[in-house]
Structures are given as structure tokens and as C-alpha cells.
């Protein structure tokens, strides 16, 4: 059977660029659309494979890596917003987990969903075999240049974060970073240099840490806290990438009998429901992250053309384990 990345490969072109000159959509120029829809006739592609039909079961995709929902709260609740617009729709939706090392087009076709929805870090490689398949994608909490994405605001979330740890008196703000190599962590990066860079206040490098891959993420925040926490120049506040590191962080202040926020300022991303709980409760950034959900669900079933990047606002929410802006300097 031929497929969209046959047709890519004598085109010249990406799959993404395929699909859209087959469906007819908007974005491209007339003679890249007259060349793709040369080379699938001639390769005796069927273009009816990719008519619009009535959408009824919608596939959820995550990385084996966010596959444990009890132990990453963050998909939990972007699974629960779109279970309930599927429900709501009369979509009937399945969880698969991707592994790079299983034949991902075979399980597919097991359960042969109509659109796909992929959450969270996804290799471009298996990124690419799903857009072969020709099937409606949209990406939540990722980003690729050929396809409708929808994302929380990372980089201004990121921004307000260390501004506020700034304006609370903090002058050395770390960061603890996971792996690069996902799109969100990329943007909360470069909301917390932006941070730094708007207040004149010189970045460290030796400040900014991307912890080191682990089994336990917890444990790897804990060795960057400890290391950090022995320098004679040590933060006085941490900005953590995400909340499940900023409650690691926490834990290590306590060991270390550090108080927290006089002695060093801890801030997450997401606010998840541990953060509210936490001891102190953690200042973090909330993500709706059920109306993610629901917005992936959305787009897949607007028949929308055009590739479009959403981004949903995040809000700062203040809590125990920073100072307050009125009172910088606290004394003790």
C-alpha cells in the first residue's frame, strides 16, 4: 500500500505537506500542490482514504515514558478533559501507549481510531510514522512546525515565575530543568532567562541545571538540590520546572533544614493537586490542564484546514513557600 511518506519521498517534501495538498488545504503554493498530486497519482495512491468522515473513535497517544498516570499527575487530567468531550461528542476513546521499539502502525490499526491526539514528548521519528497513516493529529502539550498544537503558555508561565521570585527580593534564582529535548521545557526556559534578562540581572549558568535522566525524577532533583545547596554562593530561590521537582526541592530544604521561603524561595509549573498540599503549600503556575484536553478534542472535530498553534493562558498562583512582593526582606 503506498503511503503518505512514499509520496513525501518522490516529492521532495514532508509528510505534513503531503496531507495538506491531498485535503486541499490552505498554506501552500499552487505548483508544490499540482507536484504532490502528480507524484500520488503516479504512484497510485487512493485520495479518497483522506475525505473528512464522521469522527467516532479518537485514539489518546503517550510516550512510554508518561504511559503511569498515577505516577505523572499531569496527563491525568488532560486525559479526564478529553474522555469527557468524547463523551460528550459520542466519541468512543482509547489510551496507547507509543514505544519506539513496537510496530506503532499494527497497533493502530488494532483499534482503528478515527483522529489521533498525541500528549506530551514524542520522538519526530514516530512522529512521522503517525502522519503517515493520513489520519487527523493534533498535539497537545507538544509542538511541530506541520501540525495543530496545543500548548499552555510555558513561556510566559516561566517569565511570571522567576519575576515574581525577583521582585520578592530573590537576586540568585536556579532552574531545574528536565530533558531538552521536550518542547515545554525548551519555552520554560526561555521564560526564565527572559526573566533574568528584563530585571538586569546576570544569569548564571552554573545556576541552571537539567537534571539528570532517572528512574526517579524526585531523586535526581534531590542530588541537584544537594549540589546546589553546598555552594558557598547557594540560591536563595528555585524555580522548578515542574511541580512533582518543586516538591523534591522542598523535601531536600527540609533535610537540610533550610526554611523555606527565608532561606530559599521554591516555585513550580502546573499545580498539580500535591502543590496545594505540600508543606509549605507551593507557589506554582496553574495549567488548565483538562481544557487542554478538551481543546485537542475540539480542533480534531472542527475539519479545521490550516495548521494552527494554540496556546492557553497559565495563571500565577501564589502560595506559602515564596515571600511576599509587599515584604522582600525577611528577617531571622
Not at 524555580?239 to 526541592?249: E, I, K, M, P, V
Not at 490550516?306 to 502560595?319: A, G, N, Q, T
Request: net charge neutral; glycine share 6%.
Amino acid at each position: 500500500m503506498v503511503t503518505l511518506r512514499d509520496i513525501a519521498h518522490m516529492a521532495g517534501c514532508s509528510v505534513g505537506t503531503v496531507s495538506r495538498a491531498l485535503k486541499q488545504q490552505a498554506g501552500l503554493t499552487e505548483q508544490t500542490r499540482q507536484q504532490v498530486m502528480a507524484v500520488a497519482e503516479r504512484l497510485g495512491y487512493d485520495t479518497t482514504r483522506l475525505r473528512h468522515r464522521k469522527v467516532n473513535r479518537l485514539a489518546f497517544l503517550l510516550h512510554r515514558q508518561h504511559s503511569s498516570l498515577a505516577q505523572n499527575p499531569f496527563f491525568s487530567p488532560v486525559l479526564s478533559g478529553v474522555e469527557a468531550a468524547c463523551r460528550e461528542a459520542g466519541i468512543v476513546p482509547s489510551v496507547l501507549t507509543l514505544d519506539p521499539g513496537e510496530p506503532i502502525r499494527e497497533r493502530l490499526q488494532l483499534h482503528d481510531p478515527d483522529v489521533l491526539l498525541c500528549a506530551g514528548y514524542i520522538e519526530p521519528e514516530v512522529l512521522a510514522t503517525l502522519q503517515t497513516t493520513g489520519k487527523p493529529l493534533v498535539l497537545v502539550d507538544a509542538w511541530a512546525r506541520d501540525l495543530p498544537s496545543i500548548n499552555a503558555d510555558h513561556y510566559d508561565g516561566a517569565r511570571q515565575a522567576v519575576s515574581h521570585l525577583l521582585q520578592t527580593g530573590c537576586r540568585r534564582v536556579a532552574m531545574l530543568a528536565g530533558s531538552l529535548a521536550h518542547y515545554s521545557i525548551r519555552e520554560r526556559v526561555r521564560g526564565y532567562r527572559k526573566a533574568l534578562f528584563d530585571a538586569r540581572v546576570l544569569a548564571d549558568p552554573d545556576l541552571e541545571i537539567v537534571l539528570e535522566p532517572s528512574a526517579n525524577p524526585a531523586e535526581s532533583a534531590m542530588v541537584a538540590m544537594q549540589q546546589l545547596m553546598s555552594r558557598p554562593d547557594r540560591p536563595d530561590a528555585i524555580f522548578a520546572y515542574n511541580d512533582t521537582t518543586a516538591l523534591a526541592c522542598l523535601h531536600a530544604c527540609q533535610l537540610a533544614r533550610l526554611r523555606v521561603p527565608e532561606d530559599v524561595s521554591v516555585v513550580g509549573f502546573d499545580d498539580i493537586l500535591q502543590a496545594s498540599h505540600a508543606s509549605p503549600a507551593l507557589t506554582t503556575l496553574r495549567v488548565d490542564k483538562e481544557k487542554l484536553g478538551r481543546a485537542g478534542v475540539s480542533w480534531l472535530l472542527s475539519g479545521q484546514a490550516d495548521v494552527e498553534h494554540r496556546i492557553l493562558p497559565v495563571e500565577l498562583v501564589c502560595r506559602s513557600s515564596t515571600r511576599s512582593v509587599a515584604s522582600p526582606v525577611v528577617g531571622g
